[in-house]
């Protein structure tokens, strides 16, 4: 499958579309309207690439709605050359994202099924993390820390402690935070022991998962 002005011309309708939403970023919009979303998607699914929607990818997950990743994405404040830590790799298209950005991006994925696909697609498709990891997201890359900015992807009913402390002074988490239904919340850290939290309205994410050991 290859990426065709029939694409193109989809994506620009999304970006419109998520834009009237209330996503402002240039930056945000432009990385959006690069990164190719059907080729993420599981085979039954590619004609609704272009559906501002969560589709299934597996493994009981999804791909995340087009107008949250650009939320998050836009919360993140993405500058060239961040390091960036990602937890739930899931498709590879919030990662895809995140590169298109010019972060050097770190993912981890606890799914083997999606860990194996996304390793394989991400480099086919031209986007080339630093580093993607199967393993627990609750603990996370604590080799590769401080991490300018930290991503998480799925509802996590508390704040894992190995993230913040991973968080580099002056750097900022999004994470949805909560059971059913969670806050998304900005957390910067403003000193060893500080942080200050913000909340970004209501989303309902697939739950971060505990280990499986
Ligand atoms: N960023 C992904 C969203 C996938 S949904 C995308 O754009 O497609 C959330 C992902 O988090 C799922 O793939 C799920 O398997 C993963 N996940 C859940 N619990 C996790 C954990 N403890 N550590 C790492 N990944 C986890």
Partial sequence: MIDTPKHQGLRKQLVKLIEEK?????????????????????????????????????????????????????????????????????????TAVLIELKAKVYSIERQQELFKKTKLRLPKLGYQAKSLVFGDGYKGLSEHAPFDKIIVTAGAPIIPKALLSQLAIGGRMVIPVGEEIQTMMVIIRKSETEFEKHEHGSFRFVPLLKDKN
């Fill in 22 to 94: 209330g996503i402002s970023s240039k930056k945000v919009l432009q990385a959006i309207s690069t990164v190719p979303r059907h080729l993420f998607m599981d085979s039954g699914f590619v004609e609704f690439a272009y559906i501002d929607k969560p589709y299934p990818i597996g493994a009981e997950q999804t791909i995340s709605q087009p107008f949250t990743v650009a939320f998050q994405t836009e919360l993140l404040e993405v500058e060239e050359g961040d390091k960036v830590l990602e937890i739930g790799t899931g498709s590879g298209y919030q």
